[in-house]
Structures are given as structure tokens and as C-alpha cells.
């Protein structure tokens, strides 16, 4: 485990140390996830998993057809059935 310190420069934009870029193979272009820990930041060089599945979940129903409302019209719908039995 390494301890860095960066500086963050305008609008926000940090670099990271090339050794650790290389390390990870972060490269330019590539996706990191941010999670906020109630103020302690973690960078995480990946995509989270549940991020994928998210996308596919989309993905999917938008190739049935459904759109944002048909699916929190459904998402009531099943939280009705399981509160009322």
C-alpha cells in the first residue's frame, strides 16, 4: 500500500504518479470509480461490478422495449404485491 499526495489543479483535475499508473495500467481515457465514504475518498481503477450489471440490466430492458417509467411503474407494482402479501 502507498501513500500519495496530489495536488488538485483547476476544475477539479488531479494526476496521478505515473509509477502507480503504470502499476495499475490506468491509461489515458480509462474509467475509475470514485465512492465517497462519508468524506474518505476512494479511487478505485475499475468499473464496479455492480456498475456492469446496471449497464446490462439497461441494455436489456431497452431491447424489450422498456423505458424508465414502464420500469418503476413495474417496481411499484412488485413492492405492492410484497407489502400487501
Known amino acids: 500500500m502507498g501513500v500519495y ?3 488538485v489543479a ?3 483535475v488531479i494526476t496521478l504518479p505515473a509509477s ?3 502499476k495499475l495500467e490506468i491509461h489515458e481515457g480509462g ?3 470514485l465512492l465517497d ?3 474518505a475518498l476512494i ?3 475499475q468499473t464496479l ?3 456492469r450489471l446496471a449497464d446490462r440490466l439497461a441494455a436489456q430492458w431497452r431491447a424489450q422495449g422498456a423505458d424508465l417509467e414502464t420500469m418503476l411503474k413495474t ?3 412488485v413492492r405492492g404485491e410484497s407489502a400487501g402479501g
Open 10 to 12: 483547476k476544475r477539479g
Open 20 to 22: 502507480l499508473r503504470r
Open 5 to 7: 499526495q496530489i495536488q
Open 31 to 33: 474509467i475509475l470509480t
Open 75 to 77: 417496481l411499484r407494482e
Open 37 to 39: 465514504l462519508d468524506g
Open 49 to 51: 461490478e455492480t456498475d
Open 43 to 45: 479511487l478505485v481503477p
